[in-house]
């Protein structure tokens, strides 16, 4: 079974300043993919980034990004000039590849969080 | 910009009451999850649905537990006999076909009394 480990259950940056959240997974598949997750105090989920395993390129969406690991199964993400509105909980997340094209979207499967406070 | 939409935003009930939470998925697509996340902790999957039928379930989603498509566009998890640690958020999520993402929902605060 797969599972997903964030070792930081809290964190802290300065506004402006850069941050990054471990995430590591174990899993004996080769094509998956993986999320970043931000649950605001509304508790809402937000996705945040998408990777997938069989793109060696590192994800980027605007002052986001995440540095893929794939042989240490690694997925981290750095949020770079840290705004106030980027405190949050953070979930790293898996989900395995779909067995065929158009077949059934598998569930995600959670880590535990990261709890980042942002210090103006 | 579609979004996934829950009713109620906060539910309280009595031990043993049945309660239905309800979700309205982003009208394309096709599956559709529910999970749960008890408060402090991770977010747990409890079930997956696909062309009418469940096509996954964790060990969380047990007799007490159902989810229903009654008509086209809502989709429901309805727990029958509620215990004290149902008590949590509940989200709905939808996908759409071949898609990679879930769209999640505000979710549900489910409070059992």
């Known amino acids: 079974a797969q599972t997903v480990t964030q070792s930081q259950p809290e964190m802290s940056v300065q506004e402006a300043e850069t941050v990054t959240l471990s995430c590591t997974y174990d899993?004996?598949?080769?094509?998956?993919?993986l999320f970043w997750y931000k649950q605001p105090p509304s508790r809402q989920m937000i996705l945040v980034i998408r990777?997938?395993?069989?793109?060696?390129q590192n994800a980027t969406e605007n002052r986001f990004s995440v540095n893929f690991q794939k042989a240490a199964k690694s997925f981290s993400l750095k949020i770079s000039d840290s705004q106030l509105g980027d405190a949050a909980m953070y979930f790293c997340?898996?989900?395995?590849?779909?067995?065929?094209?158009?077949?059934?979207?598998?569930?995600?499967?959670f880590g535990t969080g990261t709890l980042l406070a942002v210090q103006p | 910009e579609p979004e996934v939409t829950q009713t109620p935003s906060h539910q309280v009930t009595q031990m043993g009451q049945e309660v239905i939470l309800r979700c309205v998925p982003i009208?394309?697509?096709?599956?559709f999850y529910w999970y749960r996340q008890i408060l402090g902790q991770k977010v747990e999957f409890l079930v997956s649905?696909?062309?009418?039928?469940?096509?996954?379930k964790s060990e969380i989603f047990d007799d007490q537990f159902s989810v229903e498509r009654p008509d086209g566009s809502n989709f429901t998890l309805k727990i029958r006999s509620t215990k004290l640690e149902d008590s949590a958020m509940y989200f709905c999520?939808?996908?759409?076909?071949?898609?990679?993402?879930?769209?999640f929902g505000q979710g549900t605060r489910l409070t059992v009394v």
């Open positions: 999520a939808s996908g759409p076909k071949g898609g990679t993402e879930a769209f």
């Open positions: 899993t004996s598949e080769s094509d998956y993919y």
């Open positions: 990777q997938e395993a069989y793109k060696q």
């Open positions: 997340a898996y989900r395995s590849f779909p067995m065929n094209y158009g077949g059934a979207t598998n569930k995600l499967i």
């Open positions: 009208s394309n697509h096709l599956y």
């Open positions: 649905f696909y062309n009418n039928e469940i096509s996954e």
